[in-house]
Nanobody, 126 residues
Framework: QVKLAESGGGSVQAGGSLRLSCVVSIYTVSRPVISWFRQVPGKERAGVAG????????AYADSVKGRFTISQDYAKNTVYLQMNSLKPEDTATYYC???????????????????WGQGTQVTVSS
């Protein structure tokens, strides 16, 4: 059974840092993308960052560019999201997801998600 397990969430003050981890039990497609999404109550999940497991290309939402870094440890089937210079508006539940990107789709398309993790809460206080 495919599992994505997030960890590393917590509460920090504005300007602080957190590192989220996503351990993937098994990739279900040959060229997976692992993306981080976040969601606040009443809003749709939104893509934060994505990494193409084969090749390592990365992509970011404009709101986090320069502050967040996505990376992977291929041997450990783990994807990280290093979050620096956190802002109160980064407060959300963060989910990692495995995606299969087809023609015309991107790393942040919810319709491309194959599997979700359970989520981890990040709270940034001012």
């Amino acid at each position: 059974q495919v599992k994505l397990a997030e960890s590393g969430g917590g509460s920090v003050q504005a300007g602080g840092s957190l590192r989220l981890s996503c351990v993937v039990s098994i990739y279900t497609v040959s060229r997976p993308v692992i993306s981080w999404f976040r969601q606040v109550p009443g809003k749709e999940r939104a893509g934060v960052a994505g990494i193409y497991i084969v090749g390592g290309a990365t992509a970011y939402a404009d709101s986090v560019k320069g502050r967040f870094t996505i990376s992977q440890d291929y041997a450990k089937n783990t994807v990280y999201l290093q979050m620096n210079s956190l802002k109160p508006e980064d407060t959300a539940t963060y989910y990692c997801a495995e995606l299969q990107i087809k023609r015309g789709e991107t790393w942040r398309d919810l319709s491309s998600v194959l599997n979700w993790g359970q989520g981890t809460q990040v709270t940034v206080s001012s």
